[in-house]
């Protein structure tokens, strides 16, 4: 049960929508964004894609890979009792990450640690640069 003492918390007027639009906000606290953040690498070598989920437990979490795209999905449990203001968020989440590569599957690994999920996805040797030699005819 989430009790605000504030009547205005968290609602937003069509203007407030609009000056968001026009000068968005560069905090973060302040923005509207995707849960669970990610951030999303590469090397030569392979895909990285990290995930902040903290307090979250292992087995509350699943991965499945796809043709082109890893799935990140799993349900943050809410606390009992009472609150004067939640702002954490809780529930089911999902987030896709779309893959522009082959990937090694049988060399995918993830660790996770301090409420960080890593992701390793070792791209698959037809998917890394080739180099040609050119011959002189």
């Not at 923005?31 to 070598?45: K, T």
């Not at 979490?61 to 082109?68: G, M, P």
């Not at 809410?78 to 702002?87: D, I, L, P, V």
């Not at 779309?98 to 990937?103: S, T």
Request: aromatic share 8%.
């Amino acid at each position: 049960m989430v009790i605000d003492l504030s009547p205005f918390y968290g609602s937003s007027t069509p203007m407030d929508r609009l000056f968001e639009s026009l000068w968005p906000s560069m905090a973060i606290s302040q923005r509207s964004m995707a849960y669970p953040p990610l951030n999303i690498g590469e090397d030569d070598e392979n895909i990285y894609v990290s995930c902040e989920i903290p307090g979250m437990e292992i087995a509350d979490l699943d991965l499945t890979l796809t043709d082109s795209s890893l799935v990140i999905k799993g349900e943050r449990k809410a606390a009992k009792g009472k609150y004067y203001r939640q702002e954490r968020p809780t529930g089911f989440f999902q987030r896709v990450v779309n893959i522009q590569a082959a990937v090694a599957r049988d060399k995918v690994s993830a660790s996770m640690r301090d409420g960080v999920l890593d992701v390793v996805l070792p791209k698959s040797d037809e998917s890394k640069p080739k180099k040609i030699s050119i011959e002189a005819v």
